[in-house]
Nanobody
Framework: QVRLVESGGGLVQPGGSLRLSCAGSGIIVRIYAMGWYRQVPGKERELVAS???????NYLDSVKDRFTISRDNAKNTVYLQLNKLKPEDTAVYYC????????WGQGTQVTVSS
């Protein structure tokens, strides 16, 4: 069974940075387009960033100049570098395939606050 485990969240001040990691079991990270999602209370889960097997990336407009998604196939891990964080980035962040084809994990909480 494929397992994706998110980590790296925390409390950070506006303008700060975090790096989120999504560690996968098996080869899913290498053979599927992967994505990072986030969800806040009362809102639908949204795709924040994705990376396909060729390394092409896509971003939500509100984060495209601040976040960077990357993949390390050797480590079977996907990362999301969060820079210049804003309070509106506060959410639980999840990883999955870009088509959300596997089970959702617990995610990792990112809180941006002064």
């Amino acid at each position: 069974q494929v397992r994706l485990v998110e980590s790296g969240g925390g409390l950070v001040q506006p303008g700060g940075s975090l790096r989120l990691s999504c560690a996968g079991s098996g080869i899913i990270v290498r053979i599927y387009a992967m994505g990072w999602y986030r969800q806040v209370p009362g809102k639908e889960r949204e795709l924040v960033a994705s990376i396909d097997t060729s390394g092409r990336t896509n971003y939500l407009d509100s984060v495209k100049d601040r976040f960077t998604i990357s993949r390390d196939n050797a480590k079977n891990t996907v990362y999301l570098q969060l820079n210049k964080l804003k309070p509106e980035d506060t959410a639980v962040y999840y990883c999955n395939t870009a088509s959300a084809s596997t089970y959702w994990g617990q995610g990792t909480q990112v809180t941006v606050s002064s």
